[in-house]
Nanobody, 123 residues
Framework: QVQLVESGGGWVKSGGSLRLSCACS????????MAWFRQAPGKEREFVAI???????FTEDSVKGRFTVSRDIAANTVYLQMNDLEPGDTAVYYC?????????????????WGNGTQVTVSS
């Protein structure tokens, strides 16, 4: 049984930082592509960042330079370091796992999802 558990969300003022964690059990994250998505109120869920099974990373343009995705293989945990946060970053952040061969940013290819963690950024 694969489980993804996010943590680290909370409330922060504009310009602040948070680090989200996604602890994976039931599979080794080194074998899969791991991504972060987010869903703001009234909007569709959108891709934020990915770290592939080979360790390559890619971030969406609106967070590039502010957000960094990383992993600790020994801890089987993926992280999203978020700096210089803006009110537009307010959303529920989800961790997702994709076991397919090729990495993708489309949510429909992801096999497993966490329950999400709320991030609120005030101005």
């Amino acid at each position: 049984q694969v489980q993804l558990v996010e943590s680290g969300g909370g409330w922060v003022k504009s310009g602040g930082s948070l680090r989200l964690s996604c602890a994976c059990s039931g599979r080794a994250i080194a074998d899969d592509h791991m991504a972060w998505f987010r869903q703001a109120p009234g909007k569709e869920r959108e891709f934020v960042a990915i770290i592939t099974r080979t360790g390559h990373t890619f971030t969406e343009d609106s967070v590039k330079g502010r957000f960094t995705v990383s992993r600790d293989i020994a801890a089987n945990t993926v992280y999203l370091q978020m700096n210089d946060l803006e009110p537009g970053d307010t959303a529920v952040y989800y961790c997702a796992l994709d076991s397919s061969v090729f990495a993708a940013v489309y949510e429909n290819v992801y096999d497993y999802w966490g329950n999400g963690t709320q991030v609120t950024v005030s101005s």
